[in-house]
């Protein structure tokens, strides 16, 4: 596509339950990140693709939550179990190759947990 | 590991004026990328300018200048001739050049207000 598409764009869930979070990056894009953005904050890394494989996990918050891409195109950040702290702005972002200057954002998932 | 300080939460300036928002950085890699994003209200990152940090030249893009100072480790963004379309969240980020994984380090972000 022309753009990075993140779906949904808002999101409000109840406390503890599962939630899954979409990120359709540009076509050929071989590297997909995932950010988070708290009210107010910058953007926390969560985790990295480079085609199916996740190099590295270590900023995922905690075990409830996960990430999975097929092939070089679709993400799923998956929530389990959605804590209120969860609540945030999740952003995703895909790039041509690991060294690439430019990065394209999608325009993020606005996640409530009440 | 790698760390951006952006120490202005807030910047105002008038339209047409100049505007400098200070980053500073630290590192323990020898090879570097320093990157500038705008983020409106809408919420999209929007790029806007990039420096190598064996770049010898500050980059600039139209309006934008990164004014490098390698060794006080500082990337301050310069936007000439501000517009109100100006006004947004701007973060500097960084990333290291000599590994195989390039996750971007971002700062907590200057809130710039561009008035008439």
């Known amino acids: 596509g022309a753009g990075v598409s993140q779906s949904p764009s808002n999101k409000v869930t109840e406390k503890g339950k599962d939630v899954e979070l979409r990120c359709d990056p540009i076509?050929?894009?071989?590297?997909l990140y995932w950010y988070r953005q708290r009210l107010g904050q910058g953007l926390e890394f969560l985790i990295y693709?480079?085609?199916?494989?996740?190099?590295?996990k270590s900023g995922l918050p905690s075990d409830r939550f996960s990430a999975e891409r097929t092939g070089e195109s679709v993400s799923t950040l998956t929530i389990q179990r959605t804590q209120q702290e969860d609540s945030a702005v999740y952003l995703c972002?895909?790039?041509?190759?690991?060294?690439?200057?430019?990065?394209?954002f999608g325009s993020g998932t606005r996640l409530t947990v009440v | 590991a790698q760390k951006i300080t952006q120490t202005q939460p807030g910047m105002f300036v008038q339209e047409k004026e100049a505007v400098t928002l200070d980053c500073t950085y630290d590192?323990?890699?020898?090879?570097?990328?320093l990157f500038w994003y705008k983020q409106p209200s809408s919420g999209e990152m929007i790029f806007l300018i990039y420096q190598g940090s064996y770049d010898e030249q500050n980059a600039t893009e139209g309006r934008y200048s990164l004014n490098f100072q390698k060794a006080r480790k500082s990337a301050n963004l310069v936007i000439s001739a501000s517009q109100l379309g100006d006004s947004a969240m701007y973060f500097c980020a960084m990333r290291a050049e000599n590994t195989g994984f390039q996750k971007l380090v971002f700062g907590t972000g200057t809130r710039l207000l561009v008035s008439p």
């Open positions: 590192t323990s890699d020898q090879s570097y990328g």
């Open positions: 972002a895909s790039s041509f190759s690991q060294n690439s200057r430019g990065y394209t």
């Open positions: 076509s050929g894009h071989t590297a």
């Open positions: 693709f480079q085609g199916n494989s996740a190099p590295d």
